[in-house]
């Protein structure tokens, strides 16, 4: 079954503007997609822990190798791991904070990028074992960044997901949100209206 995965990062919760559109997104998607499974992650009321050495050599120790905190921790992983592979389609917000992706979205970056796992090691380099899939990243600024050198928020996910084998990306922009309410119902409009070119039936795989 058709799967999208939603996860929020926003500290506001349901009403960060990154939840909001995350939300308006997914509401469209299912009326397109009736009966298709939704998966919801909220990272900033459920974070990941960060990442630890210890952690990191539990996720490539033999599981009977593994301390109780290990095998807990790469079972934490797994889970998430699984959740990813069983979507389609990722929904990601994403609220710019101090010029970066919200740290909880970091560490659940550091808890699935697993060799073996999402991705692989080849002689041609490493390469991204999740592929197949969609991902509409909805990006909120208090600012403006898109398109210029400043907005490293873009690159990284961008990298970190097609480095995960996801390529097919999608990023939606809501900015000026700090600067006033004409400019944030322009920035509302123009994401909404994205949403809607990109939920329209006939772009969406069937
Ligand atoms: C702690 C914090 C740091 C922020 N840092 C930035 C920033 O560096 N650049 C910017 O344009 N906006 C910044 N903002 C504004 C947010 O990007 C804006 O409020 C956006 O709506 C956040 O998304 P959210 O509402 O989904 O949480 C910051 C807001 C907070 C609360």
Do not use: C
Not at 91 to 110: C, E, H, Q, R, W
Not at 149 to 157: A, F, G, H, P
């Amino acid at each position: 079954m058709k799967t999208l995965l939603k996860l929020n990062t926003s500290i506001f919760g349901e009403n960060g503007y990154s939840s909001r559109l995350t939300q308006a997104f997914v509401a469209r998607w299912l009326a397109v997609h009736p009966g298709r499974a939704l998966i919801e992650r909220d990272l900033a009321t459920t974070p990941v822990p960060h990442l630890t050495a210890e952690v990191f050599a539990g996720f490539s120790a033999p599981p009977g190798e593994r301390s109780p905190a290990q095998q807990a921790a790469v079972e934490a992983s797994d889970a998430l791991i699984d959740e990813l592979k069983r979507a389609d389609v990722l929904v990601i917000g994403l609220p710019m904070y101090n010029f970066g992706v919200p740290s909880t979205l970091k560490a659940y970056f550091d808890y699935i990028s697993r060799a073996g796992e999402t991705f692989r090691y080849t002689e041609q380099g490493p390469e991204g074992l999740l592929t197949g899939k969609q991902a509409y990243v909805f990006a909120t600024r208090g600012g403006v960044y898109a398109g210029v050198s400043s907005d490293t928020e873009t690159i990284y996910v961008r990298q970190l997901l097609s480095f995960l084998g996801i390529r097919d990306i999608e990023f939606v922009y809501a900015e000026g949100l700090g600067r006033g309410d004409a400019a944030r119902t322009a920035a509302f409009e123009s994401a909404a209206r994205v949403i809607e070119q990109v939920t329209d039936t006939s772009r969406l795989a069937a």
